[in-house]
């Protein structure tokens, strides 16, 4: 399995602010994506879903943890090193000659290894960063008004140093034919289509660039119901065709249950459950996630009044006071955030 | 069961610059009370406009061509302004799809929740007293004319009582709130203040002096006003301890506010006064209330009141009632005549000046038919002037803005037509003409009329055999409650109580802290309960929510739609639900109505859309979304809806359906009959269609859904 991982995100954190007040938006999140799958993340509102995106794709500079790409580091975070370094600093004070001087080795090789961070977060190949493209969650605000879609498609080309016209120009065809507009759209402006077509042109600019990595962030929630289908088939078709992997952000479940080949469900900054899409449906083990699953409506009468909404209150259903909880696997491929306690009673659950 | 809400044959269009666009092209529904009504389709499909137009607000360039939109017997398109606002927010309430757009950042929650109470509050005083005014002249008129003796000074006498009864009214209601609100808070704190959980206790302890103070009268807290007075003085004293932590003074504090708890329940359960008799008793007999226990003394009251004065008082007043009655009666039946006589007259080429004197003359012979001892307004008559002159307007207009517009459409198509000539392709294109229908405004001007003659026709039968006696309590009755409501000031305090209740209601913990923070400071789920706690102040029958949960995340949709449920099963609301998630329709609807531009293609149960669908377009929007157990590839529906300033000309639908008939492209569907609650349009219902299976996708998950029913 370890060979074809394309994109791995170890431990990754993005605070916001210093601090003890610093907003944890991303708290140690750790998964990996494999080659040709769809990858979905779901979550409510302020979970952190986009943020993880955002920083996997190097919109903000990560607090913590790392992100490889093809085995290549492009995301770098110091976190755990100026924590070790704090942590040894205070043994320090009261430490022998001999201890101190292991000590003080130690963090000389956790200050290089931060060097090091910070290089590779700001000297990552940019060649291989192009690899990886994103969709954003809203076609109206995402698209530049006054560029015409020839302008807003060829953008990245052009930022890439192509210079040849015709080069540019047949690609762009070639880009609104496959996600079905047609030539004459080039010369019209954004306003001039309607959301499903507004999202293809979303699309096109990115795939324009031949990425391996879409991270779609939301992109059918604000869409019109009959537009999503299309949406999501053009994705589908993208992916089979073009061998396309996707980690899809959004928080409509059953469109993620259709789409995803694996789930991972987010709250509060933290991963709490990740396993295949339908494992998850069918043996949701975390609270949270047996929560935000019996909320989910369907579209048929006589379930829905047989349904009964389940509410988490993390309070209430974890004792993390004497056992603090980690990110473990309980089955193969099915990952649950828990203490000892909890994962002995889940692994009863599951048999 | 019983029609809350009838929307007949609705029409409403935009002026744009590019053209008229038609959002509403004849549509039809009915609210029955206590259901919810979903109404489901693409953005675009008018389901919002429809709405709007119920609460009456659309936007300015909005033209209603035809319909009726019936609350009552109230036609909410055409009553006046002013009449709306008795109806709007307080019998028809909305909820937005945004709750941050619509609270005020800058204003606490509590105040925006109570703002609307205090508001209505105020505007009813003033009307009350406008009607009570107006009821008087006209009574001490119409009492003259019947042949009464000493109708002024019986009148006189009437208002004098009348006014010491709101007084002790008001006296007996405020005390009995202020000891609702002594005890709610005194049990409330008690038990805070030995749970140490307080913040602002000499606050709270203030607020609670000011409302034992207030309870005491002579008919809530009477005895035990003096004990009251020494807990006060306790809870005065120890206030103090709280904060030092001193655990002998919050003993004290804590059983004193125990035992304020256990006097003001006790006073709530009092016998009530009849303030009524009461009234009279200390006006005209004595000027101190006996001393006698409350139910001895409401009947002695009751006794002097029927000998010495109301009996006379009423008999002379139904004489009153029975000759407003003839009077009115003549009028109507002469008015009737005139009516359908005019009626038949007019034809579509008379002058327009000749019309609009003849509808002078019209107008004014309609409004002697009103009754002057009218207690319910009779809304037709009422508003048969301005919705006479809405559709005269829009008939002669009509005519003016034709011709302009065929002008504007010759000159512009010629000159169109002269640069192709000249080989040139021209850069814009020719906005067609768009004529208003002079067919409908012109039925409209004549069916205002024969509605009006028949209206007049059914009253005139109506009164023959009526119960005047009835009627003649109807009125001291409603004199009763003007008078009340024109004295009755809410005070902030109550409305605050009434508020946190509310806030209760709604599911928000911690009401009373709560009152007092922003927006800003609620999450979106508790925003949008604040949103629906304000639609509820005025305790509507209709609620409209318009997406309510479409900008929420599913869990706290999830808590919001129970929420809806709830108070739905509580007070027996009637709920419009508008949305496009079909999952969210499954939980709520009773009943679903589908759009797609401008008009229902599919109506019925929700059982019946979801496992027998009829029209493409609902099987489109069913196959467009996955459940949890879709695999297959999603039919999305192709292209978008059509431009409606051109809407098509046979089935909207047929362009983007590939179950399309070719009649399909010529002639719209009328409303085929599935079963007794099931329509739909489509030609595929016609007898000599073909046989159409629906999309595969669609059957396959109401197979599954109908085993899982049966598993169940």
């Given at each position: 399995?370890?060979?074809?991982?394309?994109?791995?995100?170890?431990?990754?954190?993005?605070?916001?602010?210093?601090g003890?007040?610093?907003?944890?938006?991303?708290?140690?999140?750790s998964?990996?994506?494999?080659?040709?799958?769809?990858?979905?993340?779901?979550?409510?509102?302020?979970?952190?879903?986009?943020t993880?995106?955002?920083?996997?794709?190097?919109?903000?500079?990560?607090?913590?943890?790392?992100?490889?790409f093809?085995?290549?580091?492009i995301v770098?975070?110091?976190?755990?090193?100026?924590?070790?370094?704090?942590?040894?600093?205070?043994?320090?004070?009261?430490a022998?000659?001999?201890?101190?001087?292991k000590?003080k080795s130690?963090?000389?090789?956790?200050?290089?290894?931060i060097k090091?961070?910070?290089h590779?977060?700001?000297?990552?190949?940019?060649?291989?960063?192009?690899?990886i493209?994103?969709?954003?969650?809203?076609p109206?605000?995402?698209l530049?008004?006054?560029?015409?879609?020839?302008?807003?498609?060829?953008?990245?080309?052009k930022i890439?140093g192509?210079?040849?016209?015709?080069?540019?120009?047949?690609?762009?065809?070639?880009?609104?034919?496959t996600?079905?507009?047609v030539r004459?759209h080039?010369?019209r402006?954004?306003?001039?289509?309607?959301?499903?077509?507004?999202?293809r042109?979303?699309v096109a600019?990115?795939?324009?660039?031949n990425?391996?990595v879409?991270?779609?962030?939301?992109?059918?929630?604000?869409l019109d119901?009959s537009?999503?289908?299309q949406?999501i088939?053009?994705?589908n078709?993208?992916?089979?065709?073009?061998g396309?992997?996707?980690?899809?952000i959004?928080?409509?479940?059953?469109?993620?249950?259709y789409?995803?080949?694996r789930?991972?469900?987010?709250?509060?900054g933290?991963?709490?459950?990740?396993?295949?899409?339908d494992?998850?449906?069918?043996?949701?083990?975390?609270?949270?996630?047996?929560?935000?699953?019996?909320?989910?409506?369907?579209?048929d009468?006589?379930?829905?009044k047989?349904?009964?909404?389940?509410?988490y209150?993390?309070?209430?259903?974890?004792?993390?006071?004497?056992d603090?909880?980690?990110?473990?696997?309980i089955k193969?491929?099915?990952?649950?955030?828990?203490?000892?306690?909890?994962?002995?009673?889940?692994l009863?659950?599951?048999? | 069961?019983e029609?809350?809400l009838?929307?007949k044959?609705?029409?409403i269009?935009?002026?744009?610059?590019?053209g008229?666009?038609?959002?509403?092209r004849?549509i039809?529904?009915?609210?029955?009370?206590?259901?919810?009504?979903a109404?489901?389709?693409?953005s675009?499909?008018?389901?919002?406009?429809?709405?709007?137009?119920i609460m009456?607000?659309?936007?300015?360039?909005?033209?209603?061509?035809?319909?009726?939109?019936?609350?009552g017997?109230?036609?909410?398109?055409k009553i006046?302004?002013?009449?709306?606002?008795?109806?709007r927010?307080?019998?028809?309430?909305?909820?937005?799809?945004?709750?941050?757009?619509?609270?005020?950042?800058?204003?606490?929650?509590?105040?925006?929740?109570i703002?609307?109470?205090?508001?209505?509050?105020k505007?009813?005083?003033?009307?009350?007293?406008?009607?009570?005014?107006?009821?008087?002249?006209?009574?001490?008129?119409?009492?003259?004319?019947?042949?009464?003796?000493?109708?002024?000074a019986?009148?006189?006498?009437f208002?004098?009582?009348?006014?010491?009864?709101c007084?002790?009214?008001?006296?007996?209601?405020?005390?009995?709130?202020?000891?609702?609100?002594?005890?709610a808070?005194?049990?409330?704190l008690?038990?805070?203040?030995?749970?140490?959980?307080?913040?602002?206790?000499?606050?709270?302890?203030?607020?609670l002096i000011?409302a034992?103070?207030?309870?005491?009268?002579h008919?809530?807290?009477?005895?035990?006003?003096?004990?009251?007075?020494?807990?006060?003085?306790?809870?005065?004293?120890?206030?103090?301890?709280?904060?030092?932590?001193?655990?002998?003074g919050?003993?004290?504090?804590v059983?004193?506010?125990?035992?304020?708890a256990a006097i003001e329940?006790?006073?709530?359960?009092f016998?009530?006064?009849?303030n009524?008799?009461?009234?009279?008793?200390?006006?005209?007999?004595?000027?101190?209330?006996?001393?006698?226990?409350?139910?001895?003394?409401?009947e002695?009251?009751?006794?002097?009141?029927?000998?010495?004065f109301?009996?006379?008082?009423?008999?002379?007043?139904?004489?009153?009632?029975d000759y407003?009655?003839?009077?009115?009666?003549?009028?109507?039946?002469?008015?009737?005549a005139?009516l359908?006589e005019?009626?038949?007259?007019?034809?579509?080429?008379?002058?327009?000046k000749?019309?609009?004197?003849?509808?002078k003359d019209l107008?004014?012979?309609?409004?002697?038919?009103?009754?002057?001892?009218?207690?319910?307004?009779?809304?037709?008559t009422?508003?048969?002037?301005?919705?006479?002159d809405?559709?005269?307007d829009l008939?002669?207009?009509?005519?003016?803005?034709?011709?302009?517009?065929q002008r504007?459409?010759?000159r512009?198509?010629?000159?169109?037509?002269?640069?192709?000539?000249?080989?040139?392709v021209?850069?814009?294109?020719v906005?067609?003409?768009?004529?208003?229908d002079?067919?409908?405004?012109?039925?409209?001007?004549?069916?205002?009329?024969?509605?009006?003659?028949?209206?007049?026709?059914?009253?005139?039968g109506?009164?023959?055999?009526?119960?005047?006696a009835?009627?003649?309590?109807?009125?001291?009755?409603?004199?009763?409650?003007?008078?009340?409501?024109?004295?009755?000031?809410?005070?902030k305090g109550?409305?605050?109580?009434?508020?946190?209740k509310?806030?209760?209601?709604?599911?928000?913990d911690?009401?009373?802290?709560?009152?007092?923070?922003?927006?800003?400071?609620f999450?979106?789920?508790?925003?949008q309960?604040?949103v629906?706690?304000?639609a509820?102040?005025?305790?509507?029958?209709?609620?409209?929510c318009?997406?309510?949960?479409?900008?929420?995340?599913?869990?706290?949709?999830?808590?919001?739609l129970?929420?809806?449920?709830?108070?739905k099963?509580?007070?027996n609301?009637?709920?419009i639900?508008?949305?496009?998630?079909?999952?969210v329709?499954?939980?709520?609807?009773?009943?679903i109505?589908?759009?797609?531009?401008?008009?229902?293609?599919?109506?019925?149960t929700?059982?019946?859309?979801f496992?027998?669908?009829?029209?493409?377009?609902?099987?489109?929007?069913?196959?467009?979304?996955?459940?949890?157990d879709?695999?297959?590839?999603?039919?999305?529906?192709?292209?978008?809806p059509?431009?409606?300033?051109?809407?098509?000309?046979?089935?909207?639908?047929?362009?983007?359906?590939?179950?399309?008939l070719?009649?399909?492209?010529?002639?719209?569907?009328?409303?085929?009959?599935?079963?007794?609650?099931?329509?739909?349009?489509?030609w595929?219902?016609?007898?000599?269609?073909?046989?159409?299976?629906m999309?595969?996708?669609?059957?396959?998950?109401?197979?599954?859904?109908?085993?899982?029913?049966?598993?169940?």
């Amino acid at each position: 399995m370890n060979d074809d991982v394309l994109l791995s995100v170890q431990h990754l954190s993005m605070y916001f602010g210093k601090g003890p007040y610093a907003k944890k938006a991303v708290d140690d999140v750790s998964f990996d994506i494999h080659k040709g799958e769809v990858f979905g993340l779901v979550g409510e509102s302020g979970c952190g879903k986009t943020t993880t995106g955002r920083t996997i794709i190097r919109l903000y500079n990560a607090t913590g943890g790392n992100v490889y790409f093809k085995g290549q580091r492009i995301v770098a975070g110091d976190l755990e090193y100026r924590k070790e370094i704090k942590d040894l600093q205070e043994k320090l004070k009261g430490a022998s000659a001999e201890e101190a001087e292991k000590y003080k080795s130690r963090i000389a090789e956790l200050r290089t290894e931060i060097k090091k961070a910070r290089h590779d977060q700001k000297h990552a190949d940019k060649k291989l960063v192009t690899k990886i493209q994103m969709i954003y969650q809203d076609p109206v605000a995402s698209l530049d008004p006054r560029m015409t879609v020839r302008e807003i498609i060829a953008e990245g080309l052009k930022i890439q140093g192509i210079k040849d016209k015709a080069y540019i120009d047949e690609q762009v065809y070639k880009m609104l034919d496959t996600v079905g507009l047609v030539r004459e759209h080039a010369q019209r402006y954004p306003h001039e289509f309607s959301g499903g077509q507004r999202q293809r042109i979303g699309v096109a600019r990115s795939v324009i660039m031949n990425p391996e990595v879409i991270i779609a962030d939301e992109p059918i929630s604000a869409l019109d119901v009959s537009i999503r289908a299309q949406v999501i088939n053009l994705l589908n078709d993208l992916r089979n065709s073009m061998g396309l992997t996707i980690l899809f952000i959004a928080h409509d479940l059953s469109v993620v249950k259709y789409f995803s080949d694996r789930i991972g469900v987010m709250y509060f900054g933290k991963m709490v459950e990740m396993a295949s899409s339908d494992e998850l449906f069918l043996n949701p083990l975390h609270p949270y996630t047996r929560s935000l699953l019996s909320a989910i409506p369907q579209p048929d009468p006589e379930y829905e009044k047989g349904r009964t909404r389940i509410s988490y209150n993390p309070l209430v259903d974890h004792d993390y006071s004497t056992d603090k909880p980690s990110f473990r696997e309980i089955k193969k491929g099915h990952f649950v955030h828990c203490n000892q306690a909890e994962f002995d009673r889940y692994l009863k659950i599951l048999k | 069961m019983e029609k809350k809400l009838e929307v007949k044959d609705l029409r409403i269009s935009f002026k744009t610059s590019n053209g008229k666009v038609q959002a509403v092209r004849g549509i039809d529904f009915d609210l029955y009370k206590g259901e919810t009504l979903a109404i489901v389709g693409e953005s675009g499909s008018g389901k919002s406009v429809t709405s709007r137009a119920i609460m009456g607000i659309l936007a300015g360039n909005a033209i209603v061509e035809s319909g009726k939109i019936l609350y009552g017997d109230k036609d909410l398109l055409k009553i006046s302004e002013e009449d709306f606002h008795h109806l709007r927010g307080d019998k028809i309430a909305m909820v937005f799809q945004d709750p941050l757009s619509s609270l005020n950042p800058i204003m606490r929650v509590g105040a925006q929740l109570i703002e609307a109470m205090l508001l209505k509050n105020k505007a009813a005083r003033k009307e009350s007293a406008r009607n009570m005014k107006r009821m008087f002249e006209s009574l001490e008129t119409l009492m003259d004319k019947a042949g009464c003796e000493g109708s002024k000074a019986d009148l006189e006498k009437f208002k004098h009582f009348e006014l010491k009864h709101c007084e002790l009214h008001s006296q007996y209601t405020n005390a009995y709130a202020s000891a609702q609100e002594a005890a709610a808070l005194s049990a409330h704190l008690a038990l805070a203040v030995s749970k140490n959980a307080v913040k602002n206790l000499s606050q709270d302890i203030a607020q609670l002096i000011r409302a034992c103070k207030e309870s005491v009268s002579h008919f809530v807290v009477r005895d035990k006003s003096e004990k009251l007075n020494n807990l006060i003085e306790v809870l005065k004293t120890n206030t103090g301890a709280y904060q030092k932590k001193d655990q002998q003074g919050i003993d004290s504090l804590v059983k004193a506010l125990k035992d304020i708890a256990a006097i003001e329940n006790e006073a709530l359960g009092f016998t009530a006064p009849n303030n009524f008799t009461l009234g009279y008793y200390l006006s005209y007999v004595k000027d101190e209330i006996p001393n006698l226990p409350v139910k001895e003394l409401n009947e002695l009251t009751h006794r002097t009141v029927e000998t010495d004065f109301m009996n006379a008082f009423m008999a002379k007043l139904q004489k009153a009632v029975d000759y407003s009655c003839r009077q009115t009666n003549e009028a109507r039946t002469r008015t009737s005549a005139l009516l359908k006589e005019k009626a038949k007259s007019l034809t579509r080429d008379m002058d327009e000046k000749i019309v609009r004197a003849m509808f002078k003359d019209l107008k004014e012979q309609v409004l002697t038919c009103l009754d002057p001892l009218e207690v319910d307004k009779d809304s037709l008559t009422h508003t048969f002037g301005s919705s006479v002159d809405y559709a005269l307007d829009l008939y002669y207009n009509g005519e003016k803005r034709n011709r302009a517009e065929q002008r504007r459409f010759a000159r512009e198509d010629a000159k169109h037509s002269r640069i192709i000539a000249r080989g040139k392709v021209p850069e814009w294109e020719v906005i067609p003409a768009s004529y208003i229908d002079l067919d409908l405004a012109f039925g409209e001007i004549t069916g205002t009329m024969t509605e009006m003659a028949a209206h007049f026709d059914a009253q005139v039968g109506g009164n023959r055999n009526a119960n005047f006696a009835a009627r003649t309590e109807r009125i001291v009755d409603y004199l009763k409650d003007s008078a009340q409501q024109s004295v009755f000031k809410l005070s902030k305090g109550s409305a605050r109580e009434k508020a946190i209740k509310l806030m209760e209601s709604v599911g928000i913990d911690e009401p009373r802290r709560r009152y007092r923070q922003y927006p800003f400071e609620f999450s979106g789920g508790m925003r949008q309960r604040i949103v629906i706690a304000i639609a509820l102040t005025a305790d509507p029958d209709v609620l409209i929510c318009d997406e309510p949960t479409t900008a929420l995340d599913v869990t706290i949709q999830a808590q919001i739609l129970e929420l809806i449920n709830n108070l739905k099963k509580e007070r027996n609301l009637s709920v419009i639900f508008i949305t496009h998630d079909l999952g969210v329709v499954a939980n709520m609807a009773d009943r679903i109505a589908v759009m797609y531009a401008g008009k229902i293609v599919e109506y019925g149960t929700a059982d019946e859309v979801f496992y027998s669908p009829a029209h493409p377009y609902t099987w489109a929007l069913l196959s467009s979304v996955p459940d949890l157990d879709t695999k297959e590839k999603l039919e999305s529906i192709p292209g978008t809806p059509p431009n409606m300033i051109y809407p098509p000309k046979g089935d909207a639908f047929a362009p983007r359906n590939k179950y399309a008939l070719e009649i399909d492209f010529e002639e719209q569907p009328p409303m085929f009959k599935i079963t007794d609650t099931h329509y739909a349009a489509t030609w595929l219902l016609h007898p000599d269609a073909p046989k159409m299976e629906m999309p595969a996708v669609v059957t396959e998950r109401i197979n599954r859904m109908k085993q899982k029913g049966g598993a169940r």
